[in-house]
C-alpha cells in the first residue's frame, strides 16, 4: 500500500489477520472460565469450600428481585 500510514496499514492489513486470532483467545478463556465455574458448582455443597465465581452466583441469584 503505496503512500499509506502506519495507522491505514496496521487497520487495513494487520487486523484482519489478527480476527481469526483473536476469534480462538477469546473461545478458549471463555471456556477455561466456564469449566472454573461449573466444576465447582458441581462438586462443592457447602458454603464455606465454594470458590470466590460460585459464591458470588449465589449471591445475585439469592437476593435478586425480579
Known amino acids: 500500500m503505496d503512500g499509506a500510514s502506519w495507522w491505514k496499514i496496521y487497520w487495513k492489513i494487520v487486523m484482519p489477520l489478527c480476527k ?3 476469534v480462538s483467545a477469546s473461545l478458549l ?3 477455561f ?3 472454573s465455574f461449573m466444576w465447582p458448582l458441581i462438586v462443592t455443597q457447602s458454603k ?3 470458590v470466590l465465581q460460585v ?3 449465589d449471591f445475585v ?4 428481585t425480579f
Request: aromatic share 16%; proline share 5%; hydrophobic share 40%.
Open 29 to 31: 478463556v471463555f471456556i
Open 48 to 50: 464455606e469450600y465454594k
Open 20 to 22: 481469526p486470532v483473536t
Open 61 to 64: 441469584t439469592e437476593h435478586a
Open 55 to 57: 459464591a458470588m452466583g
Open 33 to 35: 472460565s466456564w469449566e
